[in-house]
């Protein structure tokens, strides 16, 4: 780990992933770690600028070191995900995804919605779930352990603010993070 230049932690819907970047600028050395396991090894490689491209997650998701010479032997590094540099991606992202931090049973849980595809993330699990149109708007229920679960989406009356989603857990609103 001595030759560590970059770490990133990304936030995804099955979890938060830790990035670690080692460059070898003298050895021509490039290492990829996603949460501690080694995903890219080049050694001797002689271009010290380029991209390593590899995936993160249970979702697979695109990710892309790029390293460029700022100047002489000094270099910086940037992370992409999907396409888009991390900073774009995490604010497209909390327009896309809710998530929700709780405690259930003396354990930490994370559960994320995705708006786009409605799947619901409990920890890095896909949950099953189903979902049914209410009054207002529409329920989606599931369960974790003995807790039924349960995501409201109604209409917020305001084009801009569109719809918001709730979650409601043995019947008790829990409040929502932004990642």
């Known amino acids: 780990m001595a030759d560590l230049v970059a770490l990133w932690e990304v936030a995804l819907s099955d979890g938060v992933h830790k990035i670690e970047f080692e ?19 080049r ?15 249970a979702t697979k998701t695109k990710a892309t070191i790029n390293i460029d010479a700022i100047s002489g032997f ?12 991390l900073k774009k991606y995490m604010e497209n992202r909390s327009k896309t995804t809710n998530t929700w931090l709780l405690n259930l049973d003396g354990v930490d ?11 619901v993330w409990c920890n890095g699990k896909k949950m099953e779930t189903a979902g ?6 529409t329920e989606t229920h599931f369960t974790i352990g003995n807790h039924g679960c349960c995501i409201k989406a109604v209409s917020s009356g305001k084009r801009r603010e569109g ?8 019947d008790h609103e829990i409040p929502e993070i932004v990642e």
Do not use: C, P, Q
Request: aromatic share 8%; net charge negative.
């Open 23 to 41: 460059h070898g600028t003298t050895s021509g050395k490039r290492v990829v770690n996603v949460d501690g396991k080694e995903i890219v090894r």
């Open 43 to 57: 050694d001797w490689m002689f271009k010290l600028v380029g991209k390593e491209t590899f995936t993160v997650g």
């Open 74 to 85: 000094a270099y910086e590094y940037t992370l992409e995900i999907n396409g888009k540099s």
């Open 109 to 119: 849980s994370r559960i994320v919605l995705e708006k786009d595809t409605m799947d």
């Open 132 to 137: 049914e149109f209410v009054e207002d708007g």
């Open 163 to 170: 719809i918001i989603h709730t979650l409601i857990m043995d």
